[in-house]
């Protein structure tokens, strides 16, 4: 399905400039500590991030296989699922009483896999999957820019963040909460504007997109929670992976599609609703979980 969505380059230079902002946000509260603590307490971060880098994508792969969907979609569904968690999971498995430490160093160490293995993980299962391949082939991706986008967008901003967390603590206590809510609000109003440009190419594919990303969200919820649960980890735990896991960083996804398939207006609507409905089903679950303390 090819059906020109046009981005300008100063509309593509915001977004990334938008997605560098909410990592520097995320990373404020991250330290040194968040990545040894996997050396430390390895099962419970080890099996969320095996359920995120590694499941999630095959499973995702396995699923198109099966159900056949318009191409672009199941492209799109597969960027996502090989991106690492998205930016409002720690705050969500606060809110759901699940171990925020298992979250925070998934958040820390996902950021920094994302590198290598969101790239390899969309080229690996998009080339290998039958519905897939023919249209991913078609598309020619720099692999230098791809990486130089993910150093800008990633690497450089989590390393400031952190810098700026371990230099100046008491404003980050101050201001971490309001700097992720209002990042997030502007990358709504960016995408919101940019679709609405595009509004005639995009309303004829929108109604396939909704039930997909709903499905595949709950699909991955469920990948969090299971795993978790068939590694006996404690409840706080399985909440912390759930959520982890079903909480995607669709603004990384958005990033990578502006960039190389600004022309799939499908691929850009599942990343584009994706991140509006995990933080629907998202918040709900924190919220149901809220209401009982994990029986530890």
């Given amino acids: 399905m090819m059906t020109e969505v046009s981005f300008s380059s100063g509309q593509l230079v915001l977004l990334n400039a938008i997605l560098a902002l909410m990592i520097f946000g995320v990373s404020l509260g991250l330290k040194p500590g968040d990545f040894a603590r996997i ?15 590694i499941l999630l994508p095959a499973f995702t792969s396995l699923g198109i296989w099966w159900l056949a969907p318009d191409p672009a979609i199941a492209l799109g569904m597969l960027l996502v699922a090989a991106c690492p968690g998205g930016n409002f999971s720690n705050i969500m498995t606060w809110i759901a ?34 519905v897939t391949q023919p ?52 990358l709504f109003v960016f995408v919101g504007i ?11 594919v929108l109604g ?10 709950a699909f991955a919820l469920g990948v969090g929670n299971l795993s978790a649960r068939l590694l006996k980890l404690r409840p706080s735990e399985q909440r912390a992976i759930t959520l982890e896991v079903g909480i995607q ?12 398939f600004a022309d799939q207006r499908a691929m850009i609507l599942v990343a584009g609703f994706w991140g509006i409905w995990h933080l629907v089903t998202g918040t709900s679950l924190a919220y149901f979980w809220s209401r009982r303390a994990p029986a530890e």
């Fill in 249 to 260: 960083n669709s603004a990384l996804g958005l990033a990578i599609l502006f960039t190389f």
């Fill in 135 to 186: 249209l991913v082939s078609s598309i020619a991706i720099d692999p230098w820019q791809m990486i130089s986008l993910f150093v800008l967008v990633l690497i450089i901003p989590l390393a400031l963040g952190m810098l700026v967390g371990a230099r100046f603590p008491r404003w980050v206590d101050k201001t971490e909460a309001p700097f992720r809510i209002i990042s997030m609000l502007i």
């Fill in 97 to 130: 009483r699940g171990d925020v430490a298992v979250s925070v160093s998934m958040t820390a160490v996902s950021s920094l896999a994302a590198v290598v293995l969101t790239p390899f993980n969309f080229a690996f299962y998009a080339s290998l999957n039958p």
């Fill in 208 to 217: 396939p997109v909704i039930l997909w990303v709903i499905v595949h969200n």
């Fill in 39 to 53: 050396l430390k307490a390895p099962k419970a971060p080890i099996t969320g991030l095996a359920a995120q880098f």
């Fill in 194 to 204: 940019a679709l609405w440009q595009n509004l005639d190419a995009i309303a004829l």
